[in-house]
């Protein structure tokens, strides 16, 4: 069917439009910025209402807020963002002109009465990033593992003396050490592609927790800001630009069961004078010696230095500078059998090969530029790091070599760089102010791995030994479409492309065959996400998208066909509310991945497990009892089982995925007193899963509580951390493997782990200036 219009029709468009027209060049817009005064610090969430015309909007993770077609006048601007004093802006708009505006805000006590839910925010997991703002704030942190544990329904073990990077659990995922939870510090990437002990790996223990000043968390496939290992979950950590103040602080601990302290830090957080306005640094060294609670001594010693520069050209212009060294070595008594434990041959707390242990350094450098560019916003990130990881492990015992027993060294020595982009603006759109986002990425990773047969820590085989050069280069668009001050949309794409270059180092012969060789890969993933907000009180949300893990170089290049990146797709649902004092957010989620590839760096080869689904809830609430008492708490359901492929039927047999986490739970009540006194008492729960794929071996759940007790004033702060405060037994690393010990005939399959820790007592001490 023909439309025409009639000449009348076309005057009344044309009328239509002009007066649009007329009325648009009537109003003007506000461009502004929140910061914290004392620090200068960005904050977003920020709340800002012109009640006069009953519009509000939220800042951005920049601080940054837009207003649009505000009629020429004066205007009351108040600005709430939880933690701070409101404010009120007077403002008086005399021409169609952007006004431009900086809002600097008082620090004061957190109040959950005072948390609105912003429009603004982006709407990937937006209730993970609410609540882990408001763990970061009231949660007790000691470690770098704690600084994950503040990601809602995430779990971490540690299995190798204090040193090697934690196994992660999230969302139905057995993450390893980070195949499937994307890192970041600052914008540097932790988790390392092709690495000597498992794809992903990722250490965090070069981050000094006290430096941390926000965690953002997003769950799932769905933003377009992450690439590789995103498919459970991408963290982000952000350090101080600049400190609140000067700290140096000694901490001690241990456990009865050994009569001297186990346990040692020194801590020192310290501003460099400078006497420019325009520039702030600060210097940390963090020291640890822990014996550990082990019969044999971890001897873990750890030293990490931090250093970081700011620099601010003008209002919309910043420079970041950080430096950071880190090095551990550590002694380990590994993973133990239970049938060794139940015959008396070792203790809870004992080893079967007391050579297991290992040392690793990391050195970072990182370059950021932030500024203005036109009206909108250009970041741009160069970054290096040198790395060497060397791990000596026994999880087979005396299976292969019934003489020297199976110990192997893992080696890992690599350098790597890369460069960020992204720009940001905001524009009109018919009748919308929407936010268009592109970002390039650029990594590189020069790779050296190894792995030996290396009894009593001595090199005897050489099994793998390689060169890996491997390229990955990535860009994304996002457009957020605010069709009203309650509804919008995010519609993003993601291309990422890979480029695999190995070269095998060992002779080719009857027992090794080589596998060098050149490989390409790349992935085009799709993002939508919608966001529905009733009011500053509820919100409801849906995110979608498809992403991917990538796997080991050796592997791609050995099967270029079967060992494609896995598609991820995933999707949830859920809602973030507020009432009075209270903060809940609920989400259903699913996920299906095409492919379970694992690249064993135990012995070098790739377990291709088929493909997977994952589906479960995420329920977390957050409660401002009394002025002084907070509570929270998470409960986290997940299924994950083998189906025959992607979006296909479960498999009849040998489906359970192992280690799997079914049912998990944290939480805990906090009281912060005005006059510096704070408690916490908090607990952990995991429920029995399997650790086969028939089920027919079980990892053992556990329930664990934790007590913290500080007293701050203006320049002291004393503490006590008591961590497993009933001292049970629980394990915090459990695998079914089949071993042989010395004297046994034949091998069994059974549960080993890693004892969790049993009461231990910390005392902190601390000057502030």
């Known amino acids: 069917m023909t439309v025409s219009f009639t000449k009348w029709q076309y005057c009344l468009v044309f009328f239509c439009l002009s007066i649009t027209t007329i009325i648009s060049s009537q109003t003007a817009a506000i461009r502004g910025r929140v910061s914290d005064k004392e620090s200068g610090i960005f904050l977003g969430n920020g709340n800002i209402t012109i009640g006069k ?16 077609n505000i009629p020429i006048g004066k205007y009351n601007l108040e600005i709430e963002c939880s933690g701070y004093e409101k404010q009120i802006v007077n403002i008086e ?10 809002v600097f805000l008082i620090s004061k006590a957190v109040s959950l009465a005072e948390v609105a839910i912003a429009t603004d925010k982006p709407v990937s997991a937006a209730s993970s990033s609410y609540l882990s703002q408001i763990n970061l704030l009231n949660r007790p942190k000691n470690s770098a593992q704690d600084l994950l544990r503040l990601v809602p329904g995430l779990f971490i073990a540690q299995h190798a003396g204090g040193g090697k990077a934690e196994q992660i659990f999230i969302r139905g995922f057995d993450c390893d050490h980070g195949t499937d939870i994307a890192t970041f510090v600052d914008g540097i990437p932790v988790n390392m592609p092709s690495h000597g002990h498992g ?10 927790p006290e430096v941390v000043e926000a965690v953002s968390i997003f769950k799932g496939t769905s933003s377009p800001l992450y690439g590789d290992f995103a498919t459970g979950a991408a963290v982000g950590f952000k350090t101080y630009d600049s400190l609140p103040n000067n700290l140096i602080q000694l901490e001690s601990g241990g456990v009865p069961r050994f009569n001297n302290p186990t346990s040692n830090r020194a801590l020192a957080l310290l501003k460099v004078p ?3 306005n325009n520039v702030s640094s600060y210097f940390a060294a963090d020291i640890i010696n822990n014996r550990g609670f082990f019969d044999k001594d971890q001897d873990f010693k750890r030293l990490n ?14 420079i970041h500078l950080s430096l950071t060294g880190f090095g551990s070595s550590w002694n380990a008594s590994g993973q133990i059998p239970e049938r060794a434990v139940k015959s008396g041959i070792v203790s809870r707390y004992g080893s079967i090969d007391p050579n297991e242990g290992g040392t690793t350094q990391r050195n970072n450098f990182n370059l950021a530029y932030n500024f203005k560019l036109g009206s909108g916003e250009f970041e741009i990130q160069a970054y290096m790091f040198t790395y060497r990881f060397k791990l000596f492990s026994n999880f087979t015992f005396f299976l292969n070599d019934v003489i020297n027993g199976d110990m192997i060294e893992q080696d890992d020595n690599r350098t790597a760089g890369g460069l960020n982009t992204k720009y940001s603006i905001g524009h009109n759109f018919f009748n919308m102010y929407n936010k268009f986002t592109v970002g390039t990425s650029f990594r590189s990773d020069e790779i050296e791995n190894q792995l030996w047969h290396a009894p009593k820590r001595t090199r005897l085989t050489a099994t793998a030994r390689s060169l890996v050069h491997q390229r990955s280069n990535s860009v994304f668009v996002n457009e957020v479409f605010r069709f009203n001050s309650r509804f919008r949309s995010e519609i993003g794409l993601r291309y990422d492309y890979f480029v695999f270059d190995v070269e095998d180092l060992l002779p080719t012969d009857s027992m090794h065959t080589n596998y060098s060789g050149f490989n390409y890969q790349s992935a085009f993933n799709p993002k939508l996400n919608l966001i529905y907000t009733v009011n500053d009180r509820v919100q409801f949300f849906f995110n979608s998208g498809s992403g991917y893990h990538s796997n080991d170089a050796r592997s791609s290049v050995q099967d270029k066909y079967q060992h494609q990146l896995p598609l991820a797709v995933s999707a949830e649902f859920g809602t973030l509310f507020h009432l009075k004092r209270t903060l809940i957010s609920a989400a259903l989620w699913a996920m299906d991945l095409s492919n379970e590839l694992v690249y064993v760096g135990d012995d070098g080869t790739t377990e291709n497990r088929g493909a997977s689904r994952r589906y479960g809830f995420d329920l977390s609430g957050r409660a401002q009892l009394l002025s002084w008492l907070y509570a929270d708490g998470d409960l986290n359901f997940s299924r994950s089982l083998f189906i025959d492929t992607i979006f296909g039927n479960q498999k009849k047999e040998g489906y359970y995925i192992p280690l799997a986490p079914i049912l998990t739970s944290v939480g805990g009540l906090t009281a912060k007193f005005k006059n510096g006194l704070e408690f916490g008492l908090r607990y952990r729960y995991m429920q029995d899963r399997p650790a086969n794929e028939t089920n027919t071996i079980v990892a053992h759940g556990y329930k664990v509580m934790d007590f913290s007790a500080n007293y701050k004033t203006k320049h002291y702060k004393v503490g006590l951390v008591i961590e497993n405060l009933l001292n049970v037994n629980w394990n915090e690393a459990q695998f079914a493997t089949e071993t042989r010990l010395r004297n046994e005939n034949k091998s069994v399959d059974e549960l080993h782990f890693t004892p969790g820790t049993p009461f231990y007592a910390k005392v902190v001490l601390g000057y502030i200036f």
Do not use: C, M, P, W
Not at 53 to 68: E, L, P, R, T, W
Not at 93 to 102: F, G, K, R
């Open 93 to 102: 708009i005399l021409s169609t002109d952007t006004v431009e505006l900086n």
């Open 199 to 208: 794809q992903g790996y990722a250490d965090l223990h070069f981050l000094i």
């Open 305 to 318: 230095l931090f250093s970081k520069t700011t620099i601010a050209l003008n209002e919309h212009s910043r």
């Open 53 to 68: 015309i009953n519009s509000h909007a939220h800042s951005d993770d920049k601080g940054i807020f837009y207003f649009i």
């Open 274 to 276: 400078i006497s420019s």
